[in-house]
């Protein structure tokens, strides 16, 4: 088995979704009480089966999630470079057919972003654009790293699948992670959202984080766009995939994140709603299943709902988000991506953070404690 590819097709997604919901108490009970947990325990405790078990679920995510993270919150924010995207996707702001205004950050404007993003007091921060190749490619992206990288300690990006090479060229420059999200791991539906473009092709999607893997990239993160397809299915697959990622590239570090579909500019309603329940039931599933995976939130969800996650599983956070290039400080009226739920910001998130005992974290890895 050379790549995830062929694990993935030895899969069925029916099948799949058939054993998740088939699932019983006696499964959960025994994924519960179990001391090394299973992706068979894992499609027990995301099942309908486990909603029961949600209060002893939370209880032990808090315990493992005290245990290796400590009371740690790391807070990050997102720095949208570009909105141009030659891509056309059912659920984003963004799609080539959304005929909006065009824009892509030039070196001052990204310092003027930068200005402000610090005085939030920000030292990790996530850069995102479109899928815009003769626009935003590896060699914008180190420009960017180049200007950036002396006021951050910690740099993510989210940007379109690149080959290996280039990842390995831009990882020098001071790039930490990359997050990249299959969307859905259900190929006909994922073609039904992405109709044209090069993120139509599935394939190449699905083997970016074994190109990740390959260039030793010191964090990846994964995910679904919750909404799309069942999601008890697409989180099984993703917890699969990182199951096989984990033992295969060891020396990286890895997270999940939990997009639900929001509005955005002739908007997509979701296929398949997820309540606020569900999502704390399967964050707390994915502790469960793997203690060493950090869980990211975003501004998506609601203040309520932020508010009470924090204890249970999550280790990072953002707040103070702008979706739109320039929406910090150059043109704060530009499309968003989409809208975000929770518009508190930064010292705020802080101190709701602090009232709860845990600690908000801003620096999150330093390059030089991989030095010799």
């Known amino acids: 088995m050379t ?18 919901y088939t699932k019983t108490s006696v499964d959960v009970e025994r994924a519960l009480n179990s001391s090394q947990r299973t992706l068979e325990d894992f499609k027990a405790l995301i099942s309908p089966a486990a909603a029961p078990y949600l209060e002893q679920m939370a209880q032990i995510s808090q315990r493992l999630t005290l245990k290796r993270f400590g009371k740690a919150i790391q807070m990050y924010v997102p720095l949208y470079l570009s909105n141009e995207c030659n891509n056309i996707c059912t659920y984003c702001g963004f799609s080539y057919d959304n005929k909006v205004r065009r ?27 479109g899928e815009a190749n003769q626009t935003v490619h590896t060699e914008y992206f180190k420009k960017v790293l180049e200007l950036i990288k002396p006021h951050f300690s910690h740099i993510s990006m989210e940007v379109q699948p690149l080959d290996t090479e280039d990842y ?49 990239i010191h964090k990846m993160g994964l995910g679904v766009l919750i909404g799309l397809e069942d999601w008890r299915t697409d989180s099984f697959f993703t917890a699969m995939h990182l199951n ?4 295969k590239y060891w ?50 969800e609601s203040i309520v709902f932020r508010n009470n996650i924090v204890k249970l599983g999550i280790t990072s956070i953002s707040a103070g988000s702008k979706t739109n290039p320039g929406g910090y400080a150059v043109e704060p009226q530009s499309l968003e991506q989409f ?34």
């Open 3 to 20: 790549n995830f590819v062929d694990l993935f097709e030895s899969c069925s997604w029916d099948e799949t979704s058939k054993s998740i």
């Open 103 to 129: 824009k892509t950050l030039s070196p001052m404007e990204i310092m003027q972003e930068v200005v402000v993003i610090k005085d939030m007091g920000y030292d990790h921060v996530l850069l995102v654009t």
């Open 251 to 300: 020396k990286s570090k890895y997270s999940i994140s939990f997009p639900r579909l929001r509005p955005f500019s002739g908007g997509l309603e979701p296929k398949v709603a997820m309540n606020d329940k569900e999502l704390v039931q399967l964050i707390c599933a994915y502790r469960l299943f793997n203690e060493e995976v950090e869980l990211s939130i975003s501004t998506r």
């Open 244 to 247: 096989y990622l984990e033992k």
């Open 339 to 372: 809208e975000i739920s929770d518009e508190r910001n930064a010292k705020e998130i802080a101190q709701m953070i602090s009232s709860q005992g845990y600690e908000p974290v801003w620096k999150d890895w330093d390059m030089s404690l991989t030095k010799n």
């Open 168 to 216: 390995k060229e831009l990882i020098p420059y001071g790039l930490n992670t990359i997050l990249v999200y299959q969307e859905t791991y259900h190929q006909e539906d994922y073609k039904k959202h992405h109709p044209k473009g090069k993120k139509s092709n599935f394939q190449y999607r699905l083997e970016t984080p074994d190109r990740l893997g390959e260039s030793g």
